[in-house]
Nanobody
Framework: VQLVESGGGLVQPGGSLRLSCAAS????????MSWYRQAPGKERELVAA????????NYADSVKGRFTISRDNAKNTVFLEMNSLKPEDTAVYYC?????WGQGTQVTVSS
């Protein structure tokens, strides 16, 4: 199983980023997927999750209305669209499938 995140970077407050997680080594369409984040000195927290077909999603209260999780089962990829970014969104963002994690991608929101 391999999960490879990309798309992180430095963005100004109010800006947008789109994270991607490319999955391999398993039948992607059979698994719910999720995004987590971990800020310095804080515990890792769930940001968003999506079911196998994308028919159901859920979000942390702190990102509702700003972030959107989606997936493309044909491309074995899950996405996290992040809009209206705030400095408190600064963290390493991880893709997860059950007990498998990606290496993370850094998102920094700063002027």
């Amino acid at each position: 199983v391999q999960l490879v995140e990309s798309g992180g970077g430095l963005v100004q407050p109010g800006g947008s980023l789109r994270l991607s997680c490319a999955a391999s080594g398993f039948t992607f369409s059979n698994y719910d997927m999720s995004w987590y984040r971990q800020a310095p000195g804080k515990e890792r927290e769930l940001v968003a999750a999506i079911t196998t077909t994308g028919g159901s999603t859920n979000y942390a209260d702190s990102v509702k209305g700003r972030f959107t999780i989606s997936r493309d089962n044909a491309k074995n990829t899950v996405f996290l669209e992040m809009n209206s970014l705030k400095p408190e969104d600064t963290a390493v963002y991880y893709c997860r499938r059950r007990n498998n994690w990606g290496q993370g991608t850094q998102v920094t929101v700063s002027s």
